[in-house]
Nanobody, 114 residues
Framework: QVQLVESGGGLVQPGGSLRLSCAASGSMFSIYAMGWYRQAPGKQRELVASITSGGSTNYADSVRGRCTISRDNVKNMVYLHLNSLRPEDTAVYYC????????WGQGTQVTVSS
């Protein structure tokens, strides 16, 4: 069983930066592929970025070049650095674990507004 808790969301001005954190509890974290998804009001949940157990990363076209996903298998943490934030990045951001089981966090709100 894996439990995920996100943190780091908030209100940020356009052009600003943010780091989201996801703390994972449970065993065998290192074998899980981890991802960050987001869901804006009235829209479907979409993948933002993912990282495999081996550290390979993948990014949505909408954030590529502005976003970095990373993981710390010692601390059981996954991070999402977002730069050059835009109003369209406003959404609830969810952490996801994909492995022997699939798990979601409760989400953290990111609002980009002046």
């Amino acid at each position: 069983q894996v439990q995920l808790v996100e943190s780091g969301g908030g209100l940020v001005q356009p052009g600003g930066s943010l780091r989201l954190s996801c703390a994972a509890s449970g065993s065998m974290f290192s074998i899980y592929a981890m991802g960050w998804y987001r869901q804006a009001p009235g829209k479907q949940r979409e993948l933002v970025a993912s990282i495999t157990s081996g550290g390979s990363t993948n990014y949505a076209d909408s954030v590529r070049g502005r976003c970095t996903i990373s993981r710390d298998n010692v601390k059981n943490m996954v991070y999402l650095h977002l730069n050059s934030l835009r109003p369209e990045d406003t959404a609830v951001y969810y952490c996801n674990a994909n492995g022997p089981v699939r798990a979601w966090g409760q989400g953290t709100q990111v609002t980009v507004s002046s």
